[in-house]
């Protein structure tokens, strides 16, 4: 089987050949560049396939905010999948909770938190946007509104899932590990033929987390951000580093004082290093685009990657990073 490494050193080939060329290209390094409209980026090798699926609504000169919602569903659905949705691995108790958000071009947002038994918690995050007055709803409440709303209540842990989980039983020990399955949340920005943006970002969180635990993907400013004048940014990684620097609001903010999105992730990576102290277990990935539709991204270790779809295409692009 191909390693994650190996996948990304082709696919950033295939993405120079495919003729997307990046803006600041170095050797070996494809940081960042700009794209014509529409454009739909998402974090991981899986955004290729979410990529794909939003396309269809941006080719149709639809709606970014329909564009992300459809687009990461593909991923959440997909039962072999284990960072996100039906195949996600689950809490050390041995149950699947998943965290989503959601956020339109007028800067309306909607999430969920440790949210079971629903397949598509994306879904669920936008009726909270669109059908309450409140921006968050968790556990038990988010499922009571999802039932009510008519979403279907389902077993999520797969077998597995349930077995990954019977042998992390074992030792117990919880250890997030950079880079590998356990960490691969999908976050999706997108700009519409109108010019406008959304985003989305949904996770099953670390695996074998403590219940209850709470990442930093449904949370807005932290795992997803988005203000139609500026720009839009999602993250991918730790959640907790993410949260302490409100990291996708930061990199909008930079964006605000004039960085490009690659130098505004760049930052918010170093903010986040800076805090730290010891990032050598610890990966944080930052997405980006501008009202432009130039696109960036940064991350503290090798590895991270992200998908582009515009008219050229879809190809996954390689991270540059912090640690050299
Ligand atoms: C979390 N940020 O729950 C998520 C996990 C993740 O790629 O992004 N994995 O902390």
Known sequence: MKSRRDFIKTAALGTVAAGILPKFSMAG???????????????????????????KVLSNGGRALDAVENGVMIVESDPSQTSVGRGGLPDRDGRVTLDACIMNEFGDCGSVACLEHIVN????????????????LV????????IAQGFKKEK???????????????????????NIENHDTIGMLAIDVNGNLSGSCTTSGLAFKMHGRVGDSPIIGAGLYVDNEIGAACATGLGETVIRQCGSFLVVELMRQGRTPEEACKEAVERIVKHEKDVKDLQVGFLAINKQGEYGSYAIHPGFNFALHNKEGNSLISSDHWQK
Do not use: C
């Open 29 to 55: 390094n494809i940081p960042g560049g700009m794209s014509s409209k529409p454009l739909v980026i998402s974090t991981w090798d899986h955004g290729l396939v979410a990529n794909a699926e939003a396309w």
């Open 121 to 136: 918690p994306i879904s669920v995050a936008r009726r909270v946007m669109e059908k309450t007055p409140h921006v968050m």
């Open 139 to 146: 556990g038990d409440g988010a499922l009571e509104f999802a």
């Open 156 to 178: 999520l842990l797969t077998e597995n899932s349930e077995k990954a989980w019977r042998e992390w039983l074992k030792e117990s020990q919880y250890k997030p590990i950079i």
